[in-house]
């Protein structure tokens, strides 16, 4: 049965090309094009005819994909926002267990002083890589991209409001950010790790420098390394709610 | 001698009339798809065929803005089939629409029988 293969193939094309959000309901609406085609008569003729009536392929779906624009854009920002939300929670749990001392004389366990900056830093890392990878998404978009840029922006500024310094910690993690990615672009996958936590030991040291801030060594390795584990985190935590929302919503 | 004319409408014109040509025929029951398009066809003897695809995604595009609503059910023949019905807004649209269309049916066709006069 040629033409039906080549009416479900339309039907296919339609579907795939409109990007309705959901499994469910893009069957559903291959149910019904489906439907629309058996209506249309089983014969070869009236096949060829009804494919001839239903014009124009790329209008047909790209009108659909306007139709489920507002439902991707909501699905997309609640991606990003439990992406954000569980990369943040990952990078304070890091900071935190870097960060914990036993206090021997009274036998407590407290966090070290530099907590409160260091959790900081990290966070803005996870929020600028998540921010990196929607602007790098492909096919590129101008306005994606904006977007992003927008939103990086407005947490910088939210940040800054509510702790002080909030703002110096995004613009640092940006830096970071854009160091990593030439680190991991660089480096061959063995080395990747090692030169990784070299630099960020060195832009941590760095920035103690431009602080006149003095840490021994020792504390901007730790520093270096536990923003590497960071940074790890925060890549499989998208990469994870990505596939997540791909298999359960997409 | 009969002629039949089947006049090739603009697309502009033709998207505009799809809204009201779907809150027209589910004002009366609830209809799929290809019911629809054989109705519209029947009613204009044939002068009245869209290109039968772009009826889908108007008929999406009702339904997210709450003028129809759509349940799967097996019609006559044993098949399921989607059928989509008129809410409550979608009569009130339905009703609004055929006003206006009346009332700009009447004023066309006065004015174009001046035209020809």
Redesign the interface.
Known sequence: MPDRDAAAALVDRIVAAAQIPGRARREALRRELRSHFEDAGASPESERDAMRRFGDEAAIADWLRRVHRRDRALLSLARIAASVAAAIAAALLIEAIVNLRVEPRAGMWRLAPPFAHTAMLSAAVAVALAAAREAGRRPFSAARIAAAASAYAIAAAAAQFLVAGGATAFVEAAALVALGSICSRLAPDRARAPLMVASFAAAVAALHALRDVHVAARGDVVSGAALAAVWASTLVILARMDAAFDDRFA | MLTKVIVEYDREFLTGTVGVLILSLLAEREM????MLQEAERRSARAF?L????L???L??ME?AGLLKAR?RDSEAG????YYSLTARGRRQAASKRRQWTSIATAMRAILGHARA
């Open positions: 799929y798809g290809y019911e065929q290109k039968e695809g772009t889908y995604p108007a999406h595009q997210r799967w098949r399921a089939r989607k």
